[in-house]
């Protein structure tokens, strides 16, 4: 899968060191809320499936990285966009 970068931002594979922050923003309540099926809590082992997943499957999902993982961005049945709320 192709990396995509910008001056500030990088669209990269997912890793399996990426699972305990992506625990943390999809337990985010306003990330939460918005996501059709998921559940809560939601741990870094439910992370490492979706990433494996992810990487099984070739979905067209990228990791959003400004030097540490802020976000997803993909198409996996629908488009999605979720960003930490500190950036």
């Known amino acids: 899968m192709p990396q995509l ?3 500030r931002l ?3 594979p997912f890793k399996m060191t990426d699972s ?3 625990a943390r923003l999809t337990n985010d309540p306003l990330i939460l809320r918005n996501l059709l099926r998921t559940t809560y809590p939601f741990e870094p082992d439910d992370a490492r499936r979706l990433i494996r997943r992810i990487a099984e499957r070739r979905l ?4 959003v990285d400004d030097g540490r993982l802020v976000g997803l961005i993909g198409l996996s049945g629908e488009f999605g966009l ?5 950036v």
């Open 60 to 63: 067209p999902v990228w990791a």
């Open 10 to 12: 990088v669209l990269r």
């Open 82 to 86: 979720w960003l930490d709320r500190r």
């Open 20 to 22: 305990p922050p992506l």
């Open 5 to 7: 970068k910008s001056s």
